[in-house]
C-alpha cells in the first residue's frame, strides 16, 4: 500500500496541473481493486441505487443503506481518500439534520468527507458540517438531485446535450465559489462542458472533478468503477466504449460454467489452496 492520500495532496496537485483520479464504487471488492490501482479518490455514489440494484428512481436511496454500502468501500480502501454521498433527504431537511447525517457518516463509516449534492442551495449546512470537523464534497451541476431544477430528467449515462448551458457561465462561477466559501474542501462539476467547466476550475481555488459531461479542463475525473470497465448488461448487446467489458467476459464465464455443469464436469472457482 503507498502513502495515504490526504486533501492537502488533492490541493498540491491542483496548484501542479496533475490531474486528479476518482472512482466511485459500491462495494468492497472493489474498492480494494480500485485502491490498488493508485486513484486518488474513491466517492460511495448515491446512485447505487439506479446502477447496481435496479431502482428506477435516484431519489429512492436511503440513510441506513448508504450507510452500509459506505462500511463495506471503507473496508477495502486503505490508501486513497475516502467520500460518501447523502442521500436525499438529509440536507434538504436543514442545516441540523445535515450535521447529524455527516456525523453519522464519519462514525458508522469511516469516511473521509461527504459529499452534498445541490450544495448551492444549502450553504449554511455546508459552513455547519465543516465546522463539525468533517470536510465537504461539493455537487453541483446537472446531478441526480438538480436535474429537475434545469429541466432535464437525469439518466445514469447523461447525454451532451445535458451539458449545462453556456449562457450559465457566470452563474456556475458564482455557485462555485459561493461553495468554496462555505468552505468546501472539493467540487463535483456534473455535465460542465468544456466552456463553464474551464471557467470554474479557474475560477475557485480547490479541485474541481467532473464525470460525465466533464473532461481535461477540470482538475480531475470521476467515473463510475462499473461504467470505466463496462459492468452493465446493456453492453451484451452494444459494445461499450470503455476500458473492458466486464459484462461480456462474466456473461462468456457464466455460460462455461454452465456448461461443465451440464457436461457432468468439475467446476472451477473453488477456495484457493
Not at 467540487?187 to 462542458?193: A, E, I, M, R
Not at 452493465?232 to 461480456?248: E, H, K
Request: hydrophobic content about 45%; glycine content about 10%; aromatic content about 6%.
Amino acid at each position: 500500500m503507498g502513502t495515504k492520500v490526504k486533501l492537502t495532496d488533492l490541493l498540491d496537485m491542483k496548484l501542479r496541473g496533475q490531474k486528479i483520479v476518482g472512482v466511485v464504487a459500491w462495494d468492497y471488492q472493489m474498492a480494494r481493486i480500485v485502491d490498488r490501482a493508485g486513484v486518488d479518490l474513491v466517492s460511495v455514489g448515491d446512485t447505487v441505487g439506479i446502477n447496481l440494484w435496479g431502482q428506477p428512481n435516484p431519489l429512492e436511496i436511503t440513510m441506513d443503506q448508504m450507510v452500509v454500502v459506505c462500511q463495506a468501500v471503507r473496508r477495502g480502501v486503505q490508501r486513497a481518500l475516502l467520500s460518501c454521498d447523502f442521500p436525499f433527504g438529509p440536507l434538504q431537511d436543514g442545516r441540523k439534520s445535515a450535521v447529524r447525517a455527516a456525523i453519522r457518516l464519519a462514525k458508522q463509516a469511516g469516511i473521509d468527507m461527504v459529499k452534498l449534492d445541490g450544495a448551492s442551495d444549502h450553504l449554511d449546512a455546508v459552513t455547519a458540517v465543516t465546522r463539525a470537523g468533517i470536510p465537504v464534497f461539493a455537487q453541483f451541476g446537472i446531478t441526480p438531485q438538480t436535474s429537475l431544477k434545469y429541466g432535464v430528467t437525469y439518466s445514469a449515462t447523461p447525454s451532451a446535450e445535458d451539458a449545462v448551458p453556456d449562457e450559465l457561465l457566470d452563474e456556475m462561477v458564482r455557485e462555485a465559489r459561493r461553495l468554496a466559501d462555505a468552505g468546501a474542501v472539493l467540487l463535483n462539476f456534473t455535465n460542465s462542458g468544456p466552456v463553464v467547466g474551464a471557467a470554474v476550475a479557474e475560477a475557485v481555488p480547490i479541485p474541481v472533478l467532473g464525470g460525465f459531461g466533464g473532461g481535461p479542463w477540470l482538475d480531475g475525473r470521476i467515473r463510475m468503477a462499473t461504467a470505466a470497465i463496462g459492468y452493465s448488461a446493456d453492453g451484451l448487446d452494444s459494445p461499450p466504449d470503455t476500458y473492458a467489458n466486464v459484462a461480456r467476459i462474466a456473461f462468456d464465464a457464466i455460460t462455461a460454467y454452465a456448461d461443465d455443469v451440464r457436461a457432468t464436469r468439475q467446476i472451477k472457482g473453488g477456495p484457493r489452496r
